[in-house]
Protein backbone atom coordinates (compact mmCIF):
# COMPACT_ATOMS: atom_id res chain seq x y z
CA UNK A 1 0.00 0.00 0.00
CA UNK A 2 1.03 3.57 -0.40
CA UNK A 3 3.15 5.31 2.62
CA UNK A 4 3.14 9.25 2.72
CA UNK A 5 6.52 10.68 2.02
CA UNK A 6 7.70 12.33 5.96
CA UNK A 7 10.71 14.56 6.04
CA UNK A 8 13.11 14.87 7.69
CA UNK A 9 13.63 11.50 9.20
CA UNK A 10 14.92 12.18 12.35
CA UNK A 11 15.87 15.75 13.40
CA UNK A 12 17.90 17.33 17.18
CA UNK A 13 16.32 19.67 19.10
CA UNK A 14 17.68 22.26 21.69
CA UNK A 15 15.08 23.52 24.33
CA UNK A 16 13.42 26.77 23.02
CA UNK A 17 14.01 26.07 18.97
CA UNK A 18 11.05 26.25 16.80
CA UNK A 19 10.95 22.56 13.99
CA UNK A 20 9.20 21.75 11.31
CA UNK A 21 8.42 18.86 9.32
CA UNK A 22 6.40 17.83 6.70
CA UNK A 23 4.63 15.33 4.75
CA UNK A 24 3.72 14.47 0.53
CA UNK A 25 1.21 12.01 -0.82
CA UNK A 26 0.88 12.07 -4.35
CA UNK A 27 -2.70 11.08 -4.01
CA UNK A 28 -5.22 13.84 -2.52
CA UNK A 29 -6.74 13.10 1.32
CA UNK A 30 -10.09 14.66 2.79
CA UNK A 31 -8.71 14.67 5.72
CA UNK A 32 -4.70 15.25 7.45
CA UNK A 33 -3.83 14.05 10.58
CA UNK A 34 -0.82 14.41 13.05
CA UNK A 35 0.09 12.28 15.92
CA UNK A 36 2.64 12.15 18.14
CA UNK A 37 4.32 8.42 19.25
CA UNK A 38 6.28 7.72 23.05
CA UNK A 39 8.18 4.62 23.24
CA UNK A 40 5.71 1.77 23.61
CA UNK A 41 2.47 3.42 23.49
CA UNK A 42 -0.21 4.25 21.08
CA UNK A 43 -0.04 7.20 18.71
CA UNK A 44 -2.13 9.79 20.11
CA UNK A 45 -3.99 12.34 17.85
CA UNK A 46 -2.48 16.49 17.89
CA UNK A 47 -4.57 18.03 15.35
CA UNK A 48 -6.89 16.97 12.81
CA UNK A 49 -7.13 19.10 9.53
CA UNK A 50 -10.24 18.96 7.16
CA UNK A 51 -10.07 21.69 4.44
CA UNK A 52 -7.73 22.51 2.02
CA UNK A 53 -5.69 25.52 3.02
CA UNK A 54 -6.94 25.25 6.78
CA UNK A 55 -4.12 26.35 9.43
CA UNK A 56 -5.05 25.18 13.14
CA UNK A 57 -3.04 25.53 16.32
CA UNK A 58 -3.28 22.93 18.93
CA UNK A 59 -1.54 24.87 21.96
CA UNK A 60 2.65 25.71 20.27
CA UNK A 61 2.14 22.80 17.33
CA UNK A 62 0.60 24.70 14.36
CA UNK A 63 -0.86 22.48 11.17
CA UNK A 64 -1.78 23.13 7.62
CA UNK A 65 -3.54 21.37 5.09
CA UNK A 66 -1.78 21.96 1.67
CA UNK A 67 -4.00 23.70 -1.11
CA UNK A 68 -3.12 20.74 -3.34
CA UNK A 69 -4.78 18.33 -0.54
CA UNK A 70 -1.46 16.32 -1.09
CA UNK A 71 0.58 17.65 1.31
CA UNK A 72 1.00 19.25 5.26
CA UNK A 73 3.13 20.73 7.86
CA UNK A 74 3.85 20.30 11.43
CA UNK A 75 5.57 23.32 13.56
CA UNK A 76 6.26 23.34 17.07
CA UNK A 77 7.19 26.35 18.45
CA UNK A 78 9.39 27.24 21.48
CA UNK A 79 10.13 23.39 21.78
CA UNK A 80 10.59 21.90 25.21
CA UNK A 81 12.21 18.35 26.25
CA UNK A 82 8.99 16.58 26.35
CA UNK A 83 8.23 17.49 22.44
CA UNK A 84 10.60 13.76 22.27
CA UNK A 85 8.91 11.07 20.27
CA UNK A 86 7.66 9.73 17.01
CA UNK A 87 5.57 12.37 15.00
CA UNK A 88 3.35 10.96 12.41
CA UNK A 89 1.17 12.21 9.58
CA UNK A 90 -1.37 10.19 8.36
CA UNK A 91 -4.17 11.20 5.35
CA UNK A 92 -7.42 10.13 5.59
CA UNK A 93 -9.75 9.43 2.49
CA UNK A 94 -13.87 8.44 3.22
CA UNK A 95 -14.52 7.16 0.00
CA UNK A 96 -11.91 4.55 0.84
CA UNK A 97 -13.69 3.56 4.14
CA UNK A 98 -11.64 6.44 5.80
CA UNK A 99 -8.51 3.77 6.12
CA UNK A 100 -5.28 5.77 7.30
CA UNK A 101 -2.28 6.04 5.28
CA UNK A 102 0.81 6.90 7.56
CA UNK A 103 4.05 8.25 7.19
CA UNK A 104 6.96 6.97 8.00
CA UNK A 105 7.55 9.35 10.96
CA UNK A 106 9.85 11.79 12.36
CA UNK A 107 11.94 10.88 15.28
CA UNK A 108 12.36 14.53 17.29
CA UNK A 109 15.36 13.79 19.74
CA UNK A 110 16.93 16.26 22.07
CA UNK A 111 20.62 17.67 20.90
CA UNK A 112 23.13 16.22 23.37
CA UNK B 1 -12.53 5.64 31.71
CA UNK B 2 -13.90 6.14 28.19
CA UNK B 3 -11.24 4.82 25.71
CA UNK B 4 -9.65 1.78 24.02
CA UNK B 5 -8.42 -1.32 25.87
CA UNK B 6 -5.84 -3.74 24.79
CA UNK B 7 -4.40 -6.60 25.93
CA UNK B 8 -2.15 -8.55 26.58
CA UNK B 9 0.31 -5.31 26.44
CA UNK B 10 2.70 -8.04 26.18
CA UNK B 11 2.46 -11.53 24.19
CA UNK B 12 5.12 -14.17 23.03
CA UNK B 13 3.84 -17.29 20.87
CA UNK B 14 5.85 -20.18 20.21
CA UNK B 15 6.71 -20.91 16.31
CA UNK B 16 3.07 -22.73 14.67
CA UNK B 17 0.71 -21.58 16.92
CA UNK B 18 -2.02 -19.38 16.62
CA UNK B 19 -2.55 -16.53 19.38
CA UNK B 20 -5.59 -13.97 19.77
CA UNK B 21 -5.06 -10.20 20.64
CA UNK B 22 -8.00 -8.22 22.43
CA UNK B 23 -9.17 -4.70 21.48
CA UNK B 24 -12.28 -3.40 23.53
CA UNK B 25 -13.77 -0.27 22.88
CA UNK B 26 -16.35 1.42 25.00
CA UNK B 27 -16.86 4.64 23.43
CA UNK B 28 -19.86 3.58 20.86
CA UNK B 29 -17.69 3.40 18.02
CA UNK B 30 -18.97 1.67 14.24
CA UNK B 31 -15.27 1.74 12.34
CA UNK B 32 -12.15 -0.66 14.26
CA UNK B 33 -8.98 -0.96 12.87
CA UNK B 34 -5.84 -3.28 13.20
CA UNK B 35 -2.27 -1.83 12.71
CA UNK B 36 0.96 -3.19 12.54
CA UNK B 37 4.00 -1.34 13.35
CA UNK B 38 7.69 -2.84 12.30
CA UNK B 39 10.39 -0.95 14.16
CA UNK B 40 11.26 2.35 13.20
CA UNK B 41 8.53 2.60 10.81
CA UNK B 42 4.98 3.68 10.03
CA UNK B 43 1.51 1.63 10.69
CA UNK B 44 0.59 -0.33 8.09
CA UNK B 45 -3.16 -1.53 7.99
CA UNK B 46 -3.75 -5.04 8.74
CA UNK B 47 -7.71 -5.39 9.01
CA UNK B 48 -10.44 -2.61 9.28
CA UNK B 49 -14.39 -2.79 10.28
CA UNK B 50 -17.24 0.11 9.79
CA UNK B 51 -20.17 -2.07 11.30
CA UNK B 52 -20.71 -4.96 13.04
CA UNK B 53 -19.87 -7.94 11.38
CA UNK B 54 -18.88 -6.98 8.38
CA UNK B 55 -14.66 -6.51 7.92
CA UNK B 56 -12.33 -5.80 4.83
CA UNK B 57 -8.63 -6.92 4.37
CA UNK B 58 -5.91 -4.08 4.28
CA UNK B 59 -3.17 -3.63 2.90
CA UNK B 60 -1.10 -6.48 4.75
CA UNK B 61 -4.20 -9.09 5.87
CA UNK B 62 -2.35 -12.21 4.66
CA UNK B 63 -1.36 -14.89 8.19
CA UNK B 64 -4.56 -12.57 9.99
CA UNK B 65 -7.81 -13.21 10.75
CA UNK B 66 -10.45 -10.80 12.71
CA UNK B 67 -14.07 -11.33 13.86
CA UNK B 68 -16.88 -8.10 14.57
CA UNK B 69 -19.97 -10.54 16.47
CA UNK B 70 -20.07 -6.88 18.96
CA UNK B 71 -19.73 -3.30 18.65
CA UNK B 72 -17.27 -3.30 21.23
CA UNK B 73 -14.60 -5.51 20.26
CA UNK B 74 -12.55 -6.87 17.63
CA UNK B 75 -9.85 -9.45 18.17
CA UNK B 76 -7.00 -10.14 15.98
CA UNK B 77 -6.25 -13.73 15.52
CA UNK B 78 -1.90 -14.16 13.99
CA UNK B 79 -2.17 -17.67 12.75
CA UNK B 80 1.17 -19.50 11.87
CA UNK B 81 0.56 -18.88 8.66
CA UNK B 82 1.78 -15.36 9.28
CA UNK B 83 5.93 -15.74 9.32
CA UNK B 84 6.97 -12.45 10.50
CA UNK B 85 4.83 -11.91 13.14
CA UNK B 86 7.49 -10.42 15.96
CA UNK B 87 5.69 -6.86 15.43
CA UNK B 88 3.85 -3.76 17.47
CA UNK B 89 0.25 -4.52 16.84
CA UNK B 90 -2.24 -1.15 17.34
CA UNK B 91 -5.80 -0.87 17.41
CA UNK B 92 -8.00 2.46 16.53
CA UNK B 93 -11.37 3.56 16.37
CA UNK B 94 -13.35 5.83 14.85
CA UNK B 95 -16.90 7.11 15.65
CA UNK B 96 -19.28 9.75 14.41
CA UNK B 97 -19.49 11.53 11.00
CA UNK B 98 -17.64 10.78 7.86
CA UNK B 99 -14.03 12.49 8.37
CA UNK B 100 -13.64 11.72 11.77
CA UNK B 101 -10.01 10.98 13.10
CA UNK B 102 -9.21 7.52 14.35
CA UNK B 103 -8.00 7.03 17.90
CA UNK B 104 -5.83 4.39 19.18
CA UNK B 105 -4.99 1.96 21.78
CA UNK B 106 -1.73 1.19 23.67
CA UNK B 107 -0.99 -1.74 21.80
CA UNK B 108 0.55 -5.42 22.27
CA UNK B 109 3.64 -5.88 21.32
CA UNK B 110 3.94 -9.76 20.22
CA UNK B 111 7.69 -11.63 20.18
CA UNK B 112 8.00 -15.17 18.59
CA UNK B 113 9.90 -17.23 21.31
Known amino acids: GQQLNQSPQSMFIQEGEDVSMNCTSS?????WLWYKQDPGEGPVLLIA?????ELTSNGRLTAQFGITRKDSFLNISASIPSDVGIYFCAGQLSAAGNKLTFGGGTRVLVKP | DGGITQSPKYLFRKEGQNVTLSCEQNLNHDAMYWYRQDPGQGLRLIYY???????QKGDIAEGYSVSREKKESFPLTVTSAQKNPTAFYLCASRGGDQGQPQHFGDGTRLSIL
Open chain 1, 49 to 53: LYKAG
Open chain 2, 49 to 55: SQIVNDF
Open chain 1, 27 to 31: SIFNT
